[in-house]
């Protein structure tokens, strides 16, 4: 015959053997005219066209009827997806042609009970010639060969991916069922047995393969009589049931010139294969009750009667299921089931790791841990979860909140995805496998590809890489959750927070008001919506964690106001339940500061920061400034400046408040930081005033005080200078101080935000001299007229905002003042001991010289100025000492021999923990203080917040006391000239 197809047609259909085609085509066309046409072009779009038609062509030649039966263009689809995608099944078909029928017409779904009863027929009645268990190998077969095709000619495969694993688990179960009735016949006694047969794993969960071990357990009792006693006892129950699950194995597991079915796989009952085949219902409840490992339970969670005894199938899920729904509080259970699943990833062969679709991180196995354990740690109080399939139980915990609304979907599209894989892979030569083909098997990637809707090998692969990078993301996102393990760790009853024991297990973790606790949960959790089932699931634990806090009844009010400011955000609740640790980080947050918490609850957005594993440090101060002063943008003072000056202050300060309650800055980070902000606002504000003043002439802003030393405090003010340019304009200081006049405006406003105040008192001639001075008018003042103080107080002084050169200027003047030639004069000396003793006699509060960490012995007065003097003193030898950092000019003065280390440790301890004592007042009260707190509930909640534990206020005290002496005596000696 002539064909009609040429080799580069025939390549173009996707024909690898051109030969071999066009000789099949030809032995088509001699069984029957235009066969070739119709089926050759229907081959050609099939997973493998080589194969395909190598396939109906040997079909042809046993199967007269085939002509006929491909003028159906449906049947002949059918039957070239099926021999296209599994070169078993079509030899089989070519084997047995019979089966061809299964191809004729709809090849839907066939309900439970029609294969139940099919599968009976074939073991009760089989045909002449056939043994019982080999028809019964046919006719599943039979099943087999119209389930694939049904599966494999959807429009959407992965939408159909349900039915068709619920199907082939109808499909074991009516297999199980016609083995047991057949080997009822086989052992003698079988009646007075009830043997129940549980479907474990994915046959249990309904969700069965194409080719899998099927996973059984086996339980038995003795039959009973008209009046409900036994027939036999337990032994003999048992020694009978044993007999028959032998006999049922034998009858499915058996390889003859019929084939084989599949294996069944008893391993996970009690004991593995060391333990007996089958239990009584007594001897489960001993070993489950008694010796069950964590995992055992999980297995459980998918077991579902099979085949034989109902009731004892009943009875036997009544004995378990109270158990799986309690495991996730059993010990270590978490830890193990982390554990049992990074066994399975270590021993997977080396060889086989990067094609692993099943076990290989991102697989399979991934996210069935990872539904599996949100069911059984929520499992326990939500019965909506109590589900055996994975997809079902998936979308219930999207349905229900335990997972988002994004990532839910997305994980079960990539599980769809790869159970598509795994089906294809194993249809090929119907073996058991879980293996992507390897890279250099281009024709198998191929037929891979094209057997799911994809064009090529690297088609293929790519989309199976992604769904493994979005399934390992996820599941370390739920299996390596704190939440997850926090609620696992909580008993049942106590999850349940609308019970009545809720109020005392509320005052049992610390709680002050329970009642007010019970109204805030209460608030939070009632409803339908998604918000209030998202927080029934974050309750438990976060109670916990805000419980460890210093405030609990604070935390609790606080989480409350922040969820109902962000409850309908998309990104808050998510968070909170699936971003790390960020539940536990916010609880740590609300429940230890006021400060912070006043700040969130006016910028509740910046919860966001908490989702890191860190909060990030926050940005140089160029980009702070260059970020304020956009911020401001073109607004005027009175039309939003100010707000939008302060929503980017009142961020950062979070940010840094956060960062420090994490145990995430040391106390230098948090100052530094803290002047940056201070930096950026007073730069901005310094925008907008000039902005505002017509004419206004070049100005700088000298930081002063801890500010100028990055140093600064929650409660620190600004110390500022304000220099103007020179001009012969008689109004340009007039100009000058309308300007300041506006900056303190716009950073004073009166509100709930933390206040910069800009404290101009180290200015010449203090709170007397004028607000502003030009330049020549500072230097020649300073060079003049300064007092000791004035030069100590500029020991400090650096540029903060404004004109660059001019405070470059400025600095450069005052040089030698603060740096003086050959050091202080004994007078000057004398000056500065008669100004401190007097600051603590008028300052210092009557009998806390103890515990004021400011002014008091060996505080922080007491430090900075011992550190100043020496600056006076060396800093014009020792240019290391020219630092405004009292720290870092303490280390200078060590490393110049002029302070001993003993005593710079002695004094930078004093330092460090008056500094941190001060900021956690703060940060707990929101309320400045530089005395040690007398109360005792202030107390504690200070001493919490500085690493002490519970109960512990009272070492605070003692560790600053003795502290704060050895700092004194170091001062005593190094600035008041005292002998020891």
Request: net charge negative; charged share 25%; aromatic share 4%.
């Amino acid at each position: 015959m002539t064909t009609p197809w040429t080799r580069g047609d025939l390549a173009r259909l996707g024909f690898l053997d051109s030969e071999r085609t066009l000789d099949r085509a030809e032995r088509l066309d001699g069984i029957a005219p235009g066969l070739a046409e119709r089926l050759v072009p229907l081959c050609g779009g099939a997973a493998d066209p080589d194969q395909a038609l190598a396939a109906v062509a040997a079909i042809a030649e046993v199967a007269p009827e085939l002509p006929r039966l491909t003028q159906d263009d449906g049947f002949a689809r059918r039957l070239v997806a099926v021999a296209g995608a599994s070169a078993e099944l079509g030899r089989w078909l070519a084997q047995r042609p019979a089966a061809l029928q299964e191809l004729v017409g709809d090849p839907g779904r066939r309900d439970a009970a029609t294969l139940k009863a099919d599968l009976l027929q074939a073991v009760t009645n089989p045909p002449p010639g056939t043994t019982a268990p080999d028809q019964l190998r046919h006719s599943y077969r039979h099943h087999l060969v119209r389930i694939a095709a049904r599966d494999l000619t959807a429009d959407d495969p992965a939408a159909l991916l349900e039915s068709v694993t619920g199907e082939l688990a109808d499909l074991a179960d009516a297999t199980v069922q016609a083995a047991l009735a057949h080997a009822t016949t086989l052992v003698p006694d079988a009646d007075q047995v009830r043997l129940a047969v549980f479907a474990m794993g994915k046959a249990g969960a309904q969700e069965l393969n194409y080719v899998s071990d099927v996973d059984l357990i086996y339980v038995a009792e003795p039959a009973l009589d008209d009046a409900g006693q036994p027939v036999t006892g337990t032994d003999q129950a048992i020694a009978t049931a044993t007999r028959l699950v032998a006999a049922l194995t034998q009858t499915v597991t058996a390889a003859t010139p019929a084939g084989t079915i599949w294996p069944i796989d008893a391993n996970l009952r009690p004991e593995g294969s060391r333990g007996p085949l089958v239990r009584s219902l007594a001897s489960m409840k001993r070993y489950y009750g008694q010796w069950a490992e964590n995992w055992e339970f999980q297995a459980l969670l998918k077991a579902r009667p099979m085949a034989g005894d109902a009731g004892v199938a009943k009875e036997f899920l009544d004995l378990v299921t109270p158990l799986v729904w309690t495991a996730a509080q059993r010990p270590h259970f978490m830890a193990n089931t982390q554990a049992m699943r990074r066994r399975v990833i270590d021993h997977i062969p080396p060889k086989e790791a990067g094609r692993e679709i099943k076990l290989g991180e991102g697989g399979l196995r991934d996210t069935e841990f990872s539904v599996q354990l949100l069911q059984l740690v929520h499992g326990r109080t939500d019965e909506r979860l109590r589900l055996r399939g994975t997809l079902t139980a998936l979308q219930a915990l999207i349905d229900h909140g335990y997972i988002g609304r994004t990532d839910g979907p997305a994980l079960g599209d990539a599980y769809r995805f790869q159970r598509l894989l795994e089906h294809r892979v194993q249809l090929w030569q119907l073996k058991r496998t879980h293996l992507m083909p390897e890279a250099a098997d281009r024709p198998g990637l191929l037929r891979l590809a094209r057997s799911v809707g994809l064009h090529s090998p690297d088609d293929v692969l790519k989309r199976w890489r992604d769904s493994t990078l979005l399934v390992r993301r996820l599941h370390q996102r739920v299996f390596y959750s704190p939440l997850l393990e926090a609620v696992a760790r909580i008993p049942s009853d106590e999850v349940r927070l609308t019970t009545e024991a809720a109020r005392d297990r509320l005052q049992v973790l610390g709680y002050g008001d329970p009642a007010a606790a019970l109204r805030h949960i209460e608030a939070l959790t009632s409803g339908l919506s998604r918000p209030a089932e998202i927080q029934r699931q974050l309750l438990p634990a976060l109670l916990g964690w805000i419980a460890a806090g210093p405030n609990p009844d604070m935390g609790l009010l606080a989480f409350r106001q922040v969820s109902e400011a962000l409850g309908h955000s998309p990104f808050y609740l998510r968070a909170l339940r699936d971003e790390g640790a960020t539940a536990q980080r916010l609880a740590r947050v609300l429940s230890s500061s006021r400060y912070a918490t006043n700040l969130l609850l006016r910028a509740p957005a910046a919860v966001e920061l908490l989702a890191h594993d860190e909060i990030e440090p926050g940005k140089d101060r160029a980009s702070l400034v260059a970020e304020m002063t956009a911020a401001v943008g073109h607004h005027g003072l009175d039309n939003g400046s100010g707000g939008a000056l302060r929503a980017v202050r009142r961020r950062e300060l979070v940010r840094v408040a956060m960062s420090d309650l994490l145990g995430e800055a040391d106390i230098r980070r948090v100052g530094h930081e803290l002047a940056d902000i201070a930096d950026a606002s007073i730069e901005a504000a310094l925008t907008v005033a000039r902005r505002e003043v017509p004419d206004a002439p070049a100005m700088a802003v000298i930081a002063l005080g801890r500010w100028g030393g990055d140093e600064m405090s929650y409660a620190s003010d600004a110390d500022v200078l304000y220099v103007v340019e020179d001009s012969d304009d008689p109004a340009s200081i007039r100009r000058a101080t309308e300007v300041v006049t506006a900056m303190r405006r716009l950073l004073h406003v009166p509100g709930p935000d933390p206040d910069l105040v800009l404290d101009a008192d180290l200015r010449p001639e203090g709170k007397d001299g004028p607000l502003v001075r030009s330049l020549s008018s500072c230097l020649k003042y300073y060079s003049r007229w300064s007092s000791a103080w004035e030069a100590q107080a500029l020991i400090r002084a650096r540029h903060g905002a404004g004109d660059p050169a001019l405070g470059a200027a400025l600095l450069e003047g005052i040089a030698g003042l603060r740096y003086p030639a050959g050091g202080v004069t004994p007078e000057q000396l004398m000056e500065m001991r008669k100004l401190k003793g007097r600051m603590e006699a008028e300052r210092l509060p009557r009998g806390r010289a103890r515990d004021h960490v400011k002014l008091g012995r060996g505080g922080l007065t007491d430090v900075e100025w011992t550190v100043q003097l020496v600056q006076l003193q060396h800093a014009h030898a020792v240019p290391e000492l020219r630092t405004t950092s009292t720290l870092g000019a303490l280390d200078a003065a060590v490393a110049a021999g002029l302070v001993a280390a003993d005593d710079a440790a002695d004094l930078a301890a004093a330092w460090l923990l008056a500094s941190r004592i001060r900021n956690a007042i703060m940060l707990a009260r929101d309320t400045a203080s530089d005395v040690l707190p007398s109360d005792a509930h202030q107390a504690a909640q200070v001493a919490q917040l500085l690493g002490y534990g519970k109960g512990q206020a009272s070492q605070l005290t003692e560790d600053w006391g003795q502290t704060a002496l050895r700092s004194k005596k170091v001062v005593n000696r190094l600035f008041w000239g005292l002998d020891e």
